[in-house]
């Protein structure tokens, strides 16, 4: 059976056969939420003797700074034939010398350790329909010319240019800010995802802060289904929780090569674009 599988590039004509097999997996991602991953990244995906999509990888690249490997899914009839680990492998070799970051699964952990990743933390997915809220004082929608002040923000706390994801973002969703004597302080996105929509990245100086933006955004949408992907380290957990964003799962933060922490940002990401993107 592994001598009938071609591992080739991904291209949008593979985007269908992406979305059924997370589809048998319960993920929530739509058409679209592929083609959005697909766009800025490369890939690869496994096809059968029947030119049958039966797994996929993709590499999302963050200018020369790193990269995440993401989207990671082999058929349930294709495990345990090393049909991940040659996707994995060839999706690393996408990535070139860039340090990697990813979200696994439980499931994937062990494949992950064996290419030399490490744990770094944990995911808390947060989801639900959200109460309805106080709309905070304080908290704007972004105006044209803000664009550039994003990106030097989330550069900040991500460590990375994100340049390419920022511009998609503010193409396909809405970004709130906050401002000190006229110099954003902080920022947030929400677009359509999966079942709703997706409020992240959330680029703030302190917890308060990331939950007014997060506020903001969920106070137009009262009973809306949203989603928060936080880390568990963030401390906005069981703030989410009583707006009605309960914890339903997550995963594991993983880097290659493993990286100290430098010294500490002034911001830092309280919520991914999604497990994703990062």
């Known amino acids: 059976m592994q001598n009938q599988i071609d591992i080739v ?3 949008p004509e593979h985007i269908d056969g992406a979305v059924e097999l997370s589809r048998a997996e319960s993920w929530p991602h739509r058409r679209e939420d592929w083609q959005l991953v697909q766009q800025l990244s490369g890939g690869v995906v496994a096809m059968d003797a029947d030119r049958r999509v039966t797994g996929t990888t993709l590499v999302t690249p963050y200018g020369d700074d790193c990269a995440t490997i993401n989207m990671v899914i082999v058929d349930k009839s294709m495990r345990g034939l090393g049909v991940g680990r040659k996707l994995m492998e060839r999706a690393m070799a996408l990535a070139e010398d860039r340090p990697l970051r990813l979200v696994a699964t439980k499931e994937g952990l062990p494949l992950y350790e064996k290419l030399g990743f490490t744990t770094t933390g ?6 639900g329909e959200v109460r309805p809220l106080e709309r905070p004082d304080g908290v704007e929608a972004m105006l044209a010319g803000d664009l550039q002040a994003l990106k030097a923000l989330d550069r900040e706390a991500y460590g990375a240019d994100r340049s390419a994801l920022i511009d998609a973002l503010v193409k396909h969703g809405q970004i709130a800010v906050i401002r000190k004597g006229g110099t ?10 999966g079942r709703g929509e997706v409020i992240g990245p959330v680029i703030a100086p302190d917890a308060r802060t990331a939950c007014a933006l997060i506020a903001f955004h969920a106070a137009s949408r009262p009973g809306a289904f949203l989603r928060v992907d936080t880390g568990s380290e963030t401390g906005i957990a069981h703030w989410l929780s009583e707006i009605g964003l309960l914890h339903v799962g997550g995963g594991i933060a993983m880097r290659r090569p493993a990286k100290e922490d430098a010294e500490q940002a002034r911001r830092k990401v309280y919520a991914l674009a999604n497990q994703a993107l990062g």
């Open 122 to 127: 944990l995911i808390r997915q947060h989801q």
């Open 9 to 11: 590039a991904f291209g």
């Open 184 to 193: 954003i302080e902080a920022w947030a996105a929400i677009r359509r995802f």
